[in-house]
């Protein structure tokens, strides 16, 4: 046989081996991924349902007892769809997350502004549940645009690229603080 023939092989033999080692990290990296991010979005609508009920709560605690909450307010508070935070990735879901943020800073301004309801330790326990699950919410959403920002890397890399199109994946979108 030819030795240039054995080298040009040899060199096709490596390189093939390259390009197969290569998708297996990149399959295994998308797989692990899709795990994450299911790990990710129950911990995102667990968080927010805490939020959700905490600060609803503290509204309702508002309203019964008379507190002056301004129309724009009450209207968020109506508008806000529980179920809508239990589907991540879509518009419904973005649009009561920001309700609920709207919310929530609404609430705790009425609370800050009244000493009476700032030394009231029910509402001092909705206050510390508030923060503390918003805290805990930005943190789940810094690791999942992380984990989102590496997925939308490893899909586009060369040469898997192609087999997550055909199977219709696609860029996951970062989720806004």
Same mark, same amino acid.
């Given at each position: ?52 009920? /905490?600060?609803? @709560?503290?509204?309702? *605690? +508002? ?5 002056? %909450?301004?129309? !724009?307010?009450? =209207? $968020? ?17 973005? /649009?009561?997350? @920001?309700?609920?943020? *709207? +919310? ?5 301004? %009425?609370?800050? !502004?009244?000493? =009476? $309801? ?60």
């Amino acid at each position: 046989m030819n030795p240039v023939l054995v080298v040009i092989l040899n060199i096709l033999v490596v390189v093939g081996i390259i390009v197969i080692a290569t998708m297996i990290f990149d399959i295994a990296f998308v797989v692990s991924f899709n795990v994450i991010f299911r790990k990710h979005q129950k911990a995102i609508t667990i968080l927010l349902n805490v939020k959700y009920d /905490n600060v609803r @709560n503290l509204y309702i *605690f +508002l309203e019964e007892n008379g507190y002056q %909450i301004n129309e !724009k307010t009450m =209207e $968020l508070a109506a508008k806000i769809q529980k179920n809508d935070l239990n589907e991540p990735g879509t518009k419904s879901f973005e /649009n009561s997350m @920001n309700n609920l943020t *709207f +919310l929530s800073n609404a609430v705790c301004t %009425i609370v800050n !502004k009244n000493v =009476e $309801l700032r030394n009231d330790e029910e509402i001092k326990l909705f206050m510390d549940n508030i923060k503390t699950s918003d805290q805990q919410f930005r943190t789940v959403v810094t690791m999942y645009n992380a984990d989102c920002l590496g997925y939308n890397y490893w899909i586009s890399f060369w040469p898997t690229k192609f087999i997550w199109k055909l199977f219709k994946f696609k860029s996951r979108h970062l989720i806004d603080l």
